[in-house]
C-alpha cells in the first residue's frame, strides 16, 4: 500500500504548502514519486487532479481569510499565487458564483472544500 501513503503524503505536502507557489510537479519532487504515476493515482483516489485539489483547497482558504480575517482580495490572490487579481476574481466566481468582493460583503454560505484525508483499510484473507 505504499502508493495510498505516498497520496496522503502529497495530499500533506500541499496543505502545509497551499501559500507556496506549488504545483503537481513540485508535489512529485517533493514526495519523491514519478510526476504521472502521482497525477494518475492521485485522481483515481480523490476524483480531481493534483492541481484541481490546489485550486479548490487555496479557494476555501481564501474564502476564509477574505470573511474571517478581512484581508482584501488583492492580498488574498497574491498570497495564493494568482498571477493577477483578475485571475483571481474569475476562479473564485467561477467556483462560487459570485466576485469575492461580493461575497465578503453578502457573507454568503458556500460549498467548503475541507482537506481529504485517506484511510484504507485492507481486511479479509483466505483461511
Not at 508535489?27 to 492521485?42: E, K, N
Not at 458556500?110 to 482537506?115: D, L, V
Request: aromatic content about 14%; charged content about 25%.
Amino acid at each position: 500500500m505504499n502508493w495510498v501513503h505516498k497520496i496522503q503524503q502529497a495530499i500533506d505536502y500541499i496543505e502545509c504548502n497551499l501559500e507556496n507557489k506549488i504545483n503537481a510537479e513540485k508535489v512529485a519532487q517533493a514526495i519523491m514519486y514519478s510526476p504521472i504515476p502521482l497525477q494518475y493515482l492521485f485522481n483515481a483516489m480523490t476524483g480531481y487532479s493534483v492541481d484541481e485539489y490546489i485550486r479548490f483547497r487555496r479557494l476555501d482558504c481564501a474564502v476564509i481569510d477574505l470573511v474571517d480575517r478581512n484581508l482584501s482580495v488583492t492580498e488574498t490572490a497574491f498570497k495564493y499565487h494568482y498571477e493577477t487579481v483578475e485571475a483571481f476574481s474569475k476562479a473564485f466566481k467561477r467556483e462560487y458564483d459570485v466576485s469575492p468582493s461580493k461575497f465578503t460583503k453578502t457573507h454568503l454560505c458556500y460549498r467548503k472544500f475541507a482537506p481529504i484525508k485517506i484511510d484504507f483499510n485492507l481486511t479479509g484473507d483466505m483461511t
